[in-house]
Each structure stands twice: as C-alpha cells, then as structure tokens.
C-alpha cells in the first residue's frame, strides 16, 4: 500500500511538473493580435485546477501571472505600454488575477461535479469558465486600474474621445480573444482531463 502511495505522489508531481511547463511555454509562445495577445496558457492551468484542486490551480496561475508580468519588460508592447504608466497596477493585473482565476476554476469544478454526475459535462463546464475569468479579470482590472484619466495624462495631447477611443478597442481586440479562448480552451481542457483520467 505504502509503494502504491508513493508512487501515486510521484506521477501527481511528475504532471503538476508538467503542467508548469507547458504553461510557462504558452505564456510566451502567445500569438499577438493588434496590441493584445492570445494565449492558450489557461489550458494547463485549467487542466491542473480539475485534476488536482484549487491549491494547484492557483499555483499554476500564478506561474501564467507571472510569466505575462515578465513579458511587459520584454515582447508585449501593450505591457510596455502598461508599466509606462505604473509597473506595481501592471503587476496587479497580470498577476493576482490570474492566480484567483486558477483558484475559482478548481472551486467551481469541485461544486459543479458534486451535482452533475457527468464527467465530460463537468470538465467542459469548467474548462469554459478558465478563458471566461481570465478575461472578466484582465478587463475588469485594467478598467479599475488604469483609467481613461491616468490614458489621458500619458499620451498627453490626446482627447478624451481619442482615449474612450483607445479603450473600446482594447475591449473588442480582449473580446475577439475571449472567443477563441473560449472555444480552443473548452474543448482541448476538457479532452485532456478526460484522457488523462481514463490513463488513470
């Protein structure tokens, strides 16, 4: 009993490793569009917050924050634009909310499968809801964060219109993204939990 302990801790390790990985990787490997990019790096955070709760969730998370907070210093030029302003509120969108995203992914999953006793409904209910919250966050922070005011003082000459302007097309360009995070995330997410719980 002991070995088969030992080695179910193991392989968990061995796929939470993994998961770290690819989500490291599709953070940076992301597919730009306009002045936003898209990125399928919710999968394996999502994949680890069914598989594994929302302890994992979170931590997986928050290497996808992390990571997106990086690349403000590096290949986003929306991120430069970002910690032009303020590095700590560009911080505060990349990061936090990308772990809370990891953590409500694994809460709803455990709630929603305690009364739907299917497992491919639960995982693609759940699988929807990663892509869903990344985005809510992400637009919901930059709003509260940096405002059309805060715009409007970094670009200067600009009128307020021009910065309402700016806004509504960061909000299409996340909107067009949330899509196909929606699709691409509902369907690979849920597909990978239920191939690897049948591995298992």
């Given at each position: ?72 210093f590096t290949t986003s030029p929306f991120g430069q634009f970002l910690l032009g302003i303020s590095w700590f509120r ?49 637009l919901g922070s930059l709003m509260i964060l940096f405002t059309p005011a805060v715009i409007a ?48």
């Amino acid at each position: 009993m002991r070995y088969f302990s030992t080695t179910g801790k193991t392989v968990k390790l061995v796929e939470i490793s993994v998961l770290t990985a690819l989500t490291v990787v599709l953070t940076f490997f992301s597919i730009p569009i306009l002045t936003l990019e898209l990125t399928l790096a919710p999968i394996p955070v999502l994949v680890g917050a069914i598989l594994y709760g929302p302890l994992v969730g979170g931590f997986l998370g928050g290497c996808f924050g992390a990571c997106s907070f990086i690349m403000c210093f590096t290949t986003s030029p929306f991120g430069q634009f970002l910690l032009g302003i303020s590095w700590f509120r560009t911080f505060l969108v990349c990061f936090p909310t990308r772990v809370l995203m990891g953590v409500l992914v694994g809460l709803i999953f455990k709630a929603i499968s305690r009364k739907i006793h299917s497992e491919p409904t639960a995982y693609g209910i759940s699988s929807f809801t990663a892509p869903f919250l990344n985005t809510l966050f992400f637009l919901g922070s930059l709003m509260i964060l940096f405002t059309p005011a805060v715009i409007a003082g970094v670009l200067g000459a600009a009128a307020p219109s021009d910065v309402f302007g700016i806004f509504s097309l960061i909000i299409a360009m996340a909107g067009i993204n949330c899509v196909v995070e929606l699709i691409s995330c509902t369907v690979i997410g849920s597909a990978i939990c239920l191939a690897l719980k049948k591995i298992r």
